[in-house]
C-alpha cells in the first residue's frame, strides 16, 4: 500500500493503524516525516485524540494551537493558561456533592459571596471575657466614653470591692463613675459582670451582639477560605482577579468575567486525550475546561469547620466596634 492509499483510507476512517503501523504514535511519525501530516481528516477522524497526543510529545506549540481551538474558556497569552469565567459559581462544579460535603449549590453561594448561612447566636456566655478583653486601645476609649456617658447621674451601688474602695474616695454612700475612675471599673473583671448585668445591661446586650456578628463573620471567611484553599491545588487563586469584556452579543455592554492561572492545564488535557485514544470524544466535545475537569478529573471535597479561627473573631470584634457603641 503506498502513501496515497494509507492517507485515503485513513480519511475514510477504514485504516486498520494498529495492524499495519503498530501505534498511532508511529502512524504520525510515519505520516510527518514523509510531509503529509496536513493530507489527514482529523477533524472528524476518530484518532483526533490520538494525534493531539502525538503532538504533546513532538511539536509543543502546535499541540496548544490545537487545544486552544477546541477549549473556549482558557487564554493562552502568557506565561500560563489562564481560565475566564462569566459566571465565577461554574467553579462549584468541581466539588463533589458527597453526603458530608458542603453541597454545590453553597459553594456557588460562597463562590459569588451571597451564601446565607444559619446564624449562630449564642456564641459567648462571658462578653468580659470574649468581647471587652480583645478591645485594642482605640475601642478601649470608646467603651470608656459610652459607660461615663450612659452612668452620668446614675448612683452605683458599691457591691465590689473596687466600687466600694471607689465610693471611700468619694466620701459618698453611693459611687459616681466618671472619666477618672471609669478605665480602672473597666479593667476590673467582677465590676463589670456586675454593671452589665444591672445598670448596664443594655451594652451587655450590644455586646453579645457584637460577638455574635463577629463569630458569624469569621466563619462564613473560614468557609470561603477553605472553598478557595481546595481550589488552589489547581488553579492560583492568588492571582485570580476580575476583568471586564465586552459583551459577546450586546454592543456597548461590559461584562464582568473571572481571570485565574490554571496550575498545569495540559496534564488534565493529556489524560482526558489518553483516556479517549480511538474514540470521537474529542475536547470539543465538551469544549471548555471546566466540563473536561468536572467529568474526567477527582472531585474535591470541602466540609464546614467546626469553628471559626478565634483571632479572625477578635479581627471582627475591633472591626465593627464602633458600629455599636
Same mark, same amino acid.
Given at each position: 500500500?503506498?502513501?496515497?492509499?494509507?492517507?485515503?483510507?485513513?480519511?475514510?476512517?477504514? @485504516? %486498520?493503524?494498529?495492524?499495519?503501523?503498530?501505534?498511532?504514535?508511529?502512524?504520525?511519525? *510515519?505520516?510527518?516525516?514523509?510531509?503529509?501530516?496536513? %493530507?489527514?481528516?482529523?477533524?472528524?477522524?476518530?484518532?483526533?485524540?490520538?494525534?493531539?497526543?502525538?503532538?504533546?510529545?513532538?511539536?509543543?506549540?502546535?499541540?496548544?494551537?490545537?487545544?486552544?481551538?477546541?477549549?473556549?474558556?482558557?487564554?493562552?497569552?502568557?506565561?500560563?493558561?489562564?481560565?475566564?469565567?462569566?459566571?465565577?459559581?461554574?467553579?462549584?462544579?468541581?466539588?463533589?456533592?458527597?453526603?458530608?460535603?458542603?453541597?454545590?449549590?453553597?459553594?456557588?453561594?460562597?463562590?459569588?459571596?451571597?451564601?446565607?448561612?444559619?446564624?449562630?447566636?449564642?456564641?459567648?456566655?462571658?462578653?468580659?471575657?470574649?468581647?471587652?478583653?480583645?478591645?485594642?486601645?482605640?475601642?478601649?476609649?470608646?467603651?470608656?466614653?459610652?459607660?461615663?456617658?450612659?452612668?452620668?447621674?446614675?448612683?452605683?451601688?458599691?457591691?465590689?470591692? @473596687?466600687?466600694?474602695?471607689?465610693?471611700?474616695?468619694?466620701?459618698?454612700?453611693?459611687?459616681?463613675?466618671?472619666?477618672?475612675?471609669?478605665?480602672?471599673?473597666?479593667?476590673?473583671?467582677?465590676?463589670?459582670?456586675?454593671?452589665?448585668?444591672?445598670?448596664?445591661?443594655?451594652?451587655?446586650?450590644?455586646?453579645?451582639?457584637?460577638?455574635?456578628?463577629?463569630?458569624?463573620?469569621?466563619?462564613?471567611?473560614?468557609?470561603?477560605?477553605?472553598?478557595?484553599?481546595?481550589?488552589?491545588?489547581?488553579?492560583?487563586?492568588?492571582?485570580?482577579?476580575?476583568?471586564?469584556?465586552?459583551?459577546?452579543?450586546?454592543?456597548?455592554?461590559?461584562?464582568?468575567? @473571572?481571570?485565574?492561572?490554571?496550575? %498545569?492545564?495540559?496534564?488534565? *488535557?493529556? %489524560?482526558?486525550?489518553?483516556?479517549?485514544?480511538?474514540?470521537?470524544?474529542?475536547?470539543?466535545?465538551?469544549?471548555?475546561?471546566?466540563?473536561?475537569?468536572?467529568?474526567?478529573?477527582?472531585?474535591?471535597?470541602?466540609?464546614?469547620?467546626?469553628?471559626?479561627?478565634?483571632?479572625?473573631?477578635?479581627?471582627? *470584634?475591633?472591626?465593627?466596634?464602633?458600629?455599636?457603641?
Amino acid at each position: 500500500m503506498d502513501i496515497d492509499e494509507v492517507i485515503e483510507l485513513f480519511n475514510d476512517t477504514e @485504516l %486498520d493503524v494498529n495492524k499495519y503501523f503498530n501505534d498511532s504514535e508511529t502512524f504520525f511519525k *510515519i505520516i510527518e516525516k514523509r510531509g503529509r501530516i496536513d %493530507d489527514l481528516d482529523l477533524e472528524t477522524n476518530y484518532m483526533e485524540n490520538d494525534y493531539l497526543l502525538y503532538l504533546s510529545e513532538t511539536n509543543t506549540e502546535k499541540f496548544r494551537e490545537e487545544v486552544a481551538k477546541q477549549i473556549s474558556d482558557v487564554t493562552f497569552g502568557g506565561e500560563v493558561p489562564v481560565l475566564q469565567l462569566n459566571d465565577a459559581s461554574d467553579l462549584a462544579k468541581l466539588f463533589c456533592a458527597g453526603r458530608n460535603d458542603i453541597s454545590q449549590d453553597t459553594i456557588r453561594e460562597i463562590l459569588l459571596g451571597e451564601a446565607d448561612w444559619d446564624r449562630y447566636w449564642d456564641t459567648t456566655d462571658d462578653v468580659y471575657r470574649d468581647v471587652i478583653e480583645e478591645l485594642n486601645e482605640e475601642n478601649l476609649k470608646y467603651l470608656y466614653s459610652y459607660i461615663v456617658k450612659n452612668l452620668e447621674g446614675v448612683q452605683i451601688e458599691p457591691e465590689t470591692e @473596687l466600687l466600694e474602695d471607689i465610693s471611700n474616695v468619694q466620701n459618698s454612700e453611693f459611687v459616681t463613675i466618671n472619666e477618672k475612675n471609669v478605665e480602672s471599673i473597666v479593667k476590673d473583671s467582677e465590676t463589670m459582670g456586675y454593671l452589665l448585668d444591672r445598670d448596664l445591661s443594655e451594652l451587655d446586650s450590644e455586646l453579645n451582639s457584637i460577638h455574635s456578628n463577629a463569630y458569624n463573620m469569621a466563619y462564613e471567611t473560614a468557609v470561603f477560605r477553605e472553598v478557595w484553599g481546595k481550589l488552589d491545588d489547581m488553579f492560583d487563586v492568588e492571582k485570580r482577579k476580575y476583568i471586564y469584556k465586552p459583551h459577546p452579543y450586546k454592543k456597548e455592554t461590559q461584562i464582568e468575567v @473571572l481571570e485565574i492561572p490554571i496550575r %498545569d492545564f495540559y496534564e488534565p *488535557i493529556r %489524560d482526558y486525550l489518553y483516556n479517549n485514544k480511538g474514540t470521537s470524544q474529542t475536547l470539543e466535545y465538551f469544549g471548555n475546561f471546566i466540563n473536561i475537569l468536572e467529568e474526567n478529573g477527582e472531585c474535591l471535597s470541602v466540609w464546614t469547620p467546626d469553628y471559626p479561627d478565634s483571632r479572625e473573631i477578635d479581627k471582627n *470584634i475591633n472591626e465593627i466596634f464602633g458600629d455599636y457603641i
